[in-house]
Protein backbone atom coordinates (compact mmCIF):
# COMPACT_ATOMS: atom_id res chain seq x y z
CA UNK A 1 0.00 0.00 0.00
CA UNK A 2 0.92 3.42 -0.91
CA UNK A 3 1.38 6.12 1.85
CA UNK A 4 0.26 9.77 1.79
CA UNK A 5 3.03 10.30 -1.57
CA UNK A 6 1.89 8.46 -4.40
CA UNK A 7 5.60 7.27 -4.76
CA UNK A 8 8.19 5.27 -2.51
CA UNK A 9 11.43 7.49 -2.97
CA UNK A 10 12.72 10.20 -0.60
CA UNK A 11 14.37 12.51 -3.73
CA UNK A 12 11.65 15.31 -5.10
CA UNK A 13 11.08 18.51 -6.89
CA UNK A 14 9.36 20.91 -5.37
CA UNK A 15 7.53 23.72 -6.92
CA UNK A 16 6.40 26.46 -5.55
CA UNK A 17 2.69 27.62 -7.25
CA UNK A 18 2.85 30.72 -5.24
CA UNK A 19 5.86 32.29 -7.19
CA UNK A 20 4.73 31.36 -10.61
CA UNK A 21 1.43 33.37 -9.43
CA UNK A 22 3.70 36.12 -8.32
CA UNK A 23 5.57 36.41 -11.09
CA UNK A 24 3.01 36.84 -13.75
CA UNK A 25 1.21 39.06 -11.42
CA UNK A 26 4.29 40.98 -11.28
CA UNK A 27 4.88 40.92 -15.14
CA UNK A 28 0.68 41.22 -16.09
CA UNK A 29 1.41 45.02 -13.84
CA UNK A 30 3.77 46.23 -16.59
CA UNK A 31 2.26 45.29 -19.76
CA UNK A 32 -0.60 46.98 -21.51
CA UNK A 33 -4.32 45.94 -20.76
CA UNK A 34 -5.10 44.33 -23.93
CA UNK A 35 -1.71 42.53 -24.19
CA UNK A 36 -2.71 38.41 -23.45
CA UNK A 37 -0.11 36.13 -21.01
CA UNK A 38 0.42 32.94 -22.96
CA UNK A 39 1.96 30.97 -20.88
CA UNK A 40 5.04 28.55 -22.22
CA UNK A 41 4.43 25.27 -20.76
CA UNK A 42 6.08 23.28 -22.96
CA UNK A 43 8.50 20.56 -21.59
CA UNK A 44 6.73 19.81 -18.93
CA UNK A 45 6.64 23.39 -17.99
CA UNK A 46 10.35 23.48 -18.06
CA UNK A 47 10.09 20.90 -16.17
CA UNK A 48 8.06 22.03 -13.41
CA UNK A 49 4.90 20.31 -14.11
CA UNK A 50 2.35 21.46 -16.87
CA UNK A 51 -0.91 20.84 -15.58
CA UNK A 52 -0.07 22.61 -12.14
CA UNK A 53 1.99 25.29 -13.85
CA UNK A 54 -0.79 25.75 -16.79
CA UNK A 55 -3.66 26.01 -14.12
CA UNK A 56 -1.38 28.28 -11.68
CA UNK A 57 -1.34 30.72 -14.88
CA UNK A 58 -4.40 30.66 -16.13
CA UNK A 59 -5.98 32.10 -12.27
CA UNK A 60 -3.07 34.64 -12.47
CA UNK A 61 -3.34 36.22 -15.57
CA UNK A 62 -2.86 34.52 -18.33
CA UNK A 63 -5.27 33.81 -20.61
CA UNK A 64 -3.90 31.00 -22.95
CA UNK A 65 -0.81 28.10 -22.87
CA UNK A 66 1.89 27.13 -25.29
CA UNK A 67 3.26 24.33 -26.14
CA UNK A 68 5.99 22.71 -28.14
CA UNK A 69 4.13 19.84 -29.88
CA UNK A 70 0.48 18.25 -30.06
CA UNK A 71 1.12 15.49 -27.56
CA UNK A 72 2.00 18.16 -24.77
CA UNK A 73 -1.04 19.94 -25.69
CA UNK A 74 -3.47 16.89 -25.84
CA UNK A 75 -2.07 15.83 -22.29
CA UNK A 76 -3.42 19.20 -21.00
CA UNK A 77 -6.74 18.41 -22.73
CA UNK A 78 -6.51 14.90 -21.20
CA UNK A 79 -6.41 16.97 -18.06
CA UNK A 80 -9.45 19.47 -18.28
CA UNK A 81 -7.13 22.08 -19.22
CA UNK A 82 -10.11 24.31 -21.99
CA UNK A 83 -7.88 27.07 -22.29
CA UNK A 84 -7.00 28.12 -25.87
CA UNK A 85 -3.36 26.18 -26.39
CA UNK A 86 -0.62 26.57 -29.28
CA UNK A 87 1.21 24.19 -30.68
CA UNK A 88 4.57 26.45 -31.24
CA UNK A 89 6.64 23.58 -33.48
CA UNK A 90 5.96 22.29 -36.64
CA UNK A 91 3.00 19.41 -36.44
CA UNK A 92 2.40 16.67 -38.86
CA UNK A 93 -0.04 17.84 -41.49
CA UNK A 94 -2.15 14.26 -40.82
CA UNK A 95 -2.38 15.26 -37.17
CA UNK A 96 -4.55 18.43 -37.99
CA UNK A 97 -7.38 16.79 -37.56
CA UNK A 98 -6.82 15.59 -33.70
CA UNK A 99 -6.12 18.81 -32.88
CA UNK A 100 -8.97 20.28 -34.38
CA UNK A 101 -10.94 18.08 -32.89
CA UNK A 102 -9.33 19.21 -29.23
CA UNK A 103 -9.56 23.18 -29.98
CA UNK A 104 -5.79 23.33 -30.46
CA UNK A 105 -4.27 26.07 -32.62
CA UNK A 106 -1.04 24.94 -34.83
CA UNK A 107 1.70 26.89 -35.97
CA UNK A 108 2.10 27.33 -39.71
CA UNK A 109 4.34 27.90 -42.71
CA UNK A 110 4.28 26.09 -45.64
CA UNK A 111 1.87 26.16 -48.64
CA UNK A 112 2.42 22.45 -49.23
CA UNK A 113 1.62 21.28 -44.95
CA UNK A 114 -1.86 23.74 -45.65
CA UNK A 115 -2.95 22.50 -48.85
CA UNK A 116 -2.28 18.29 -47.40
CA UNK A 117 -3.57 19.79 -43.93
CA UNK A 118 -6.56 20.59 -46.10
CA UNK A 119 -7.20 16.99 -47.33
CA UNK A 120 -7.01 15.39 -43.80
CA UNK A 121 -10.03 17.92 -42.20
CA UNK A 122 -12.69 17.47 -43.89
CA UNK A 123 -15.33 19.10 -42.79
CA UNK A 124 -13.35 20.31 -39.24
CA UNK A 125 -12.29 23.72 -38.66
CA UNK A 126 -8.55 24.24 -37.79
CA UNK A 127 -7.41 27.28 -35.75
CA UNK A 128 -3.54 28.30 -37.30
CA UNK A 129 -1.13 30.69 -36.17
CA UNK A 130 1.32 31.82 -38.77
CA UNK A 131 5.18 31.67 -38.09
CA UNK A 132 7.64 34.22 -39.32
CA UNK A 133 10.85 33.63 -39.28
CA UNK A 134 12.51 37.38 -38.89
CA UNK A 135 16.34 36.12 -37.56
CA UNK A 136 15.87 33.15 -35.26
CA UNK A 137 16.45 30.83 -38.63
CA UNK A 138 14.15 28.06 -37.20
CA UNK A 139 10.79 27.50 -38.69
CA UNK A 140 8.66 30.44 -40.12
CA UNK A 141 8.04 32.13 -43.63
CA UNK A 142 11.31 34.21 -44.44
CA UNK A 143 9.58 36.76 -47.05
CA UNK A 144 6.25 39.15 -47.06
CA UNK A 145 5.88 37.17 -50.54
CA UNK A 146 5.95 33.85 -48.59
CA UNK A 147 4.00 34.88 -45.61
CA UNK A 148 0.83 36.20 -48.69
CA UNK A 149 0.71 32.71 -50.65
CA UNK A 150 0.51 31.21 -46.86
CA UNK A 151 -2.23 33.71 -45.96
CA UNK A 152 -4.03 33.48 -49.13
CA UNK A 153 -4.40 29.67 -48.82
CA UNK A 154 -5.82 29.58 -45.22
CA UNK A 155 -8.41 32.62 -46.45
CA UNK A 156 -9.84 30.57 -49.32
CA UNK A 157 -10.16 27.81 -47.54
CA UNK A 158 -12.80 27.62 -44.73
CA UNK A 159 -11.20 24.82 -43.06
CA UNK A 160 -8.52 27.36 -41.99
CA UNK A 161 -9.48 29.63 -39.40
CA UNK A 162 -6.75 32.42 -39.37
CA UNK A 163 -5.69 33.47 -35.67
CA UNK A 164 -2.76 34.88 -35.51
CA UNK A 165 0.92 35.31 -36.89
CA UNK A 166 4.01 35.51 -34.34
CA UNK A 167 8.05 35.41 -34.70
CA UNK A 168 10.05 34.28 -32.18
CA UNK A 169 13.79 36.66 -31.18
CA UNK A 170 16.77 35.43 -30.92
CA UNK A 171 18.67 38.01 -28.93
CA UNK A 172 15.81 39.67 -26.50
CA UNK A 173 17.89 38.45 -23.74
CA UNK A 174 21.34 40.09 -24.72
CA UNK A 175 22.34 43.42 -23.91
CA UNK A 176 23.02 44.61 -27.93
CA UNK A 177 19.54 44.81 -29.79
CA UNK A 178 20.63 45.68 -32.62
CA UNK A 179 19.37 41.38 -34.06
CA UNK A 180 16.08 42.48 -31.88
CA UNK A 181 15.80 45.68 -33.44
CA UNK A 182 15.79 44.10 -37.05
CA UNK A 183 13.77 41.48 -36.45
CA UNK A 184 10.95 43.39 -34.88
CA UNK A 185 10.62 45.93 -37.81
CA UNK A 186 11.05 42.53 -39.89
CA UNK A 187 7.64 41.35 -38.16
CA UNK A 188 6.57 45.06 -38.62
CA UNK A 189 6.43 44.77 -42.60
CA UNK A 190 5.68 41.28 -42.28
CA UNK A 191 2.12 41.64 -40.63
CA UNK A 192 1.40 45.26 -42.30
CA UNK A 193 1.54 43.57 -45.86
CA UNK A 194 -1.03 40.95 -44.28
CA UNK A 195 -4.49 41.27 -45.86
CA UNK A 196 -6.61 40.78 -42.62
CA UNK A 197 -4.83 41.07 -39.59
CA UNK A 198 -5.16 37.80 -37.19
CA UNK A 199 -7.35 38.08 -33.80
CA UNK A 200 -3.81 37.57 -32.27
CA UNK A 201 -0.25 39.16 -33.09
CA UNK A 202 2.56 37.93 -30.93
CA UNK A 203 6.28 38.14 -31.08
CA UNK A 204 7.70 39.14 -27.14
CA UNK A 205 9.24 36.13 -25.12
CA UNK A 206 10.03 36.73 -21.55
CA UNK A 207 12.94 39.06 -21.69
CA UNK A 208 11.30 40.99 -25.07
CA UNK A 209 8.20 41.10 -22.67
CA UNK A 210 10.25 43.11 -19.97
CA UNK A 211 12.50 45.13 -21.74
CA UNK A 212 10.62 46.63 -24.75
CA UNK A 213 7.13 48.18 -25.66
CA UNK A 214 4.57 45.78 -26.48
CA UNK A 215 1.98 48.27 -27.41
CA UNK A 216 1.52 47.63 -31.01
CA UNK A 217 0.81 43.58 -30.62
CA UNK A 218 -1.69 42.05 -28.09
CA UNK A 219 0.21 39.20 -26.71
CA UNK A 220 3.03 37.46 -25.24
CA UNK A 221 4.72 34.09 -24.72
CA UNK A 222 5.69 34.20 -21.19
CA UNK A 223 8.74 31.10 -20.29
CA UNK A 224 11.15 31.52 -18.28
CA UNK A 225 10.38 34.47 -15.55
CA UNK A 226 7.38 32.38 -15.03
CA UNK A 227 9.61 30.07 -13.03
CA UNK A 228 11.16 33.37 -11.54
CA UNK A 229 14.54 32.60 -13.59
CA UNK A 230 16.16 35.88 -15.12
CA UNK A 231 16.52 35.05 -19.56
CA UNK A 232 20.28 35.13 -18.98
CA UNK A 233 22.95 36.22 -16.70
CA UNK A 234 23.12 39.87 -18.14
CA UNK A 235 19.59 40.75 -17.87
CA UNK A 236 19.73 39.97 -14.45
CA UNK A 237 21.25 43.17 -13.54
CA UNK A 238 17.83 44.98 -15.50
CA UNK A 239 15.35 43.01 -14.34
CA UNK A 240 11.92 45.61 -13.21
CA UNK A 241 11.08 43.39 -10.23
CA UNK A 242 12.79 40.80 -8.08
CA UNK A 243 11.82 37.53 -9.45
CA UNK A 244 11.17 34.53 -7.29
CA UNK A 245 12.29 30.80 -8.41
CA UNK A 246 9.53 27.70 -8.05
CA UNK A 247 11.73 25.09 -8.59
CA UNK A 248 13.99 23.14 -6.18
CA UNK A 249 15.71 20.07 -5.61
CA UNK A 250 15.59 17.47 -2.25
CA UNK A 251 16.28 14.66 -0.83
CA UNK A 252 17.70 12.66 2.05
CA UNK A 253 20.75 10.95 3.10
CA UNK A 254 20.37 7.13 2.94
CA UNK A 255 23.64 5.93 4.64
CA UNK A 256 26.21 7.56 6.24
CA UNK A 257 29.86 6.18 7.03
CA UNK A 258 33.34 7.46 8.02
CA UNK A 259 36.03 6.98 5.66
CA UNK A 260 39.99 6.58 6.43
CA UNK A 261 43.03 7.73 4.65
CA UNK A 262 43.32 6.02 1.65
CA UNK A 263 39.88 4.78 1.49
CA UNK A 264 38.12 5.75 -2.48
CA UNK A 265 34.79 6.43 -3.29
CA UNK A 266 32.84 5.41 -6.69
CA UNK A 267 33.35 4.33 -10.08
CA UNK A 268 37.04 4.72 -10.87
CA UNK A 269 38.08 5.05 -7.69
CA UNK A 270 38.97 8.93 -8.93
CA UNK A 271 38.43 9.69 -5.39
CA UNK A 272 41.15 9.35 -1.98
CA UNK A 273 40.66 10.17 1.20
CA UNK A 274 43.88 11.81 2.43
CA UNK A 275 42.19 11.84 6.44
CA UNK A 276 39.28 10.02 8.11
CA UNK A 277 36.32 11.39 6.52
CA UNK A 278 32.24 11.66 6.88
CA UNK A 279 30.76 10.72 3.59
CA UNK A 280 27.19 10.43 3.19
CA UNK A 281 25.21 8.62 0.05
CA UNK A 282 22.38 10.51 -1.38
CA UNK A 283 19.47 8.88 -3.84
CA UNK A 284 19.96 10.67 -6.45
CA UNK A 285 22.16 10.24 -9.94
CA UNK A 286 22.67 11.16 -13.68
CA UNK A 287 19.67 9.01 -14.61
CA UNK A 288 17.37 11.79 -12.44
CA UNK A 289 19.24 14.44 -14.18
CA UNK A 290 21.99 15.07 -11.95
CA UNK A 291 24.45 13.94 -14.09
CA UNK A 292 28.15 13.35 -13.70
CA UNK A 293 29.40 16.83 -14.81
CA UNK A 294 28.45 18.09 -11.30
CA UNK A 295 31.16 16.23 -9.31
CA UNK A 296 32.46 18.58 -6.95
CA UNK A 297 29.40 20.68 -7.17
CA UNK A 298 28.15 21.69 -3.25
CA UNK A 299 24.97 20.86 -1.84
CA UNK A 300 23.22 21.79 1.30
CA UNK A 301 23.15 18.73 3.92
CA UNK A 302 21.35 19.23 7.56
CA UNK A 303 22.03 23.25 7.04
CA UNK A 304 25.87 22.64 5.99
CA UNK A 305 27.28 22.83 2.71
CA UNK A 306 28.71 19.24 1.18
CA UNK A 307 30.69 18.82 -1.97
CA UNK A 308 29.71 15.99 -3.78
CA UNK A 309 32.92 13.48 -3.93
CA UNK A 310 33.12 10.81 -6.52
CA UNK A 311 31.66 9.76 -10.01
CA UNK A 312 28.13 10.18 -9.61
CA UNK A 313 26.76 6.85 -10.60
CA UNK A 314 23.13 6.19 -12.08
CA UNK A 315 20.96 6.22 -9.36
CA UNK A 316 23.01 7.55 -6.08
CA UNK A 317 25.89 10.26 -5.40
CA UNK A 318 28.05 10.80 -2.61
CA UNK A 319 29.13 13.92 -0.32
CA UNK A 320 31.81 14.87 1.77
CA UNK A 321 30.27 16.16 5.13
CA UNK A 322 31.58 17.97 7.75
CA UNK A 323 30.92 15.51 10.32
CA UNK A 324 28.33 13.06 10.53
CA UNK A 325 24.46 13.49 9.89
CA UNK A 326 21.46 10.42 11.10
CA UNK A 327 19.90 9.13 8.09
CA UNK A 328 17.10 10.68 6.57
CA UNK A 329 18.83 14.01 6.95
CA UNK A 330 17.02 16.17 4.27
CA UNK A 331 19.88 17.44 1.39
CA UNK A 332 18.92 20.21 -0.58
CA UNK A 333 20.49 19.95 -4.22
CA UNK A 334 18.99 23.11 -5.69
CA UNK A 335 17.12 25.89 -3.80
CA UNK A 336 17.65 27.38 0.25
CA UNK A 337 18.02 25.04 3.17
CA UNK A 338 18.98 27.03 6.49
CA UNK A 339 21.02 30.12 5.14
CA UNK A 340 22.31 28.74 2.29
CA UNK A 341 21.17 28.88 -0.94
CA UNK A 342 21.99 26.99 -4.08
CA UNK A 343 20.14 28.71 -7.21
CA UNK A 344 19.36 26.86 -10.63
CA UNK A 345 21.31 29.40 -12.36
CA UNK A 346 24.92 28.34 -9.96
CA UNK A 347 24.27 25.17 -11.31
CA UNK A 348 23.56 26.23 -15.18
CA UNK A 349 26.89 27.77 -14.52
CA UNK A 350 28.73 24.76 -13.31
CA UNK A 351 27.27 23.12 -16.15
CA UNK A 352 28.19 25.66 -18.81
CA UNK A 353 24.76 25.75 -19.90
CA UNK A 354 21.72 27.71 -18.88
CA UNK A 355 18.89 27.72 -16.32
CA UNK A 356 16.16 26.73 -19.10
CA UNK A 357 18.03 23.48 -19.84
CA UNK A 358 18.86 22.60 -15.85
CA UNK A 359 14.96 22.68 -14.82
CA UNK A 360 14.40 20.79 -17.64
CA UNK A 361 17.09 18.42 -17.65
CA UNK A 362 15.56 16.67 -14.45
CA UNK A 363 14.26 13.87 -15.14
CA UNK A 364 10.71 12.26 -15.21
CA UNK A 365 11.90 9.83 -12.45
CA UNK A 366 12.19 12.54 -10.03
CA UNK A 367 8.26 13.05 -8.68
CA UNK A 368 7.43 16.64 -8.65
CA UNK A 369 5.74 18.05 -5.35
CA UNK A 370 3.61 21.24 -5.52
CA UNK A 371 3.08 23.97 -2.57
CA UNK A 372 1.10 26.52 -2.35
CA UNK A 373 0.47 28.88 0.40
CA UNK A 374 3.35 26.35 2.74
CA UNK A 375 0.64 23.72 1.86
CA UNK A 376 1.54 20.85 -0.53
CA UNK A 377 -1.65 21.01 -3.16
CA UNK A 378 -1.20 18.11 -5.24
CA UNK A 379 1.31 15.43 -5.81
CA UNK A 380 1.92 13.87 -9.78
CA UNK A 381 4.42 11.47 -10.71
CA UNK A 382 5.69 11.64 -14.20
CA UNK A 383 5.09 8.05 -15.71
CA UNK A 384 5.85 5.63 -13.11
CA UNK A 385 2.73 5.88 -11.39
CA UNK A 386 -0.79 6.73 -12.57
CA UNK A 387 -2.26 10.26 -11.30
N1 LIG B 1 8.00 31.39 -27.74
C1 LIG B 1 8.70 30.44 -28.39
C2 LIG B 1 8.42 30.18 -29.83
C3 LIG B 1 9.70 29.73 -27.70
O1 LIG B 1 10.38 28.80 -28.37
C4 LIG B 1 9.95 30.05 -26.34
C5 LIG B 1 11.03 29.38 -25.55
C6 LIG B 1 9.18 31.04 -25.72
C7 LIG B 1 8.22 31.69 -26.46
C8 LIG B 1 9.37 31.43 -24.28
O2 LIG B 1 10.62 32.02 -24.07
P1 LIG B 1 11.13 32.44 -22.61
O3 LIG B 1 11.16 31.18 -21.82
O4 LIG B 1 12.47 33.01 -22.83
O5 LIG B 1 10.13 33.40 -22.11
N2 LIG B 1 11.79 28.47 -26.26
C9 LIG B 1 13.02 28.04 -25.92
C10 LIG B 1 13.76 27.18 -26.73
O6 LIG B 1 13.32 26.70 -27.86
N3 LIG B 1 14.93 26.97 -26.21
O7 LIG B 1 15.01 27.64 -25.08
C11 LIG B 1 13.83 28.32 -24.88
Request: with cysteine; aromatic share 8%.
Amino acid sequence: MRGSDPFYRDTWVEVQLDAIEENIKNVRKRLPKQTAIIAVVKANAYGHGAYEVAKTALASGASGLAVAFLDEALALRNDGIRAPILVLGAARPQDAPIAAENAVSLTVFQTDWLTEARQHLGGQKLSVHIKCDTGMGRIGVRSTEELKAVEKLIESETCFSFDGIFTHFATADEIDTALYEKQYSRFREMVESLGTRPPFVHCANSAAALRFDQTPFNAVRLGIVMYGLAPSPEMKAILPFPLKEAFSLHTKVTHVKQIHTGDTVSYGATYTADQDEWIATLPIGYADGWIRKLQGQEVIVGGEKAPIVGRICMDQCMVKLPHAVPVGTEAVLIGRQGEYLVSVDEIAEKLETINYEVTCSISARVPRIFMQKGQKVTKVLNFLLAK
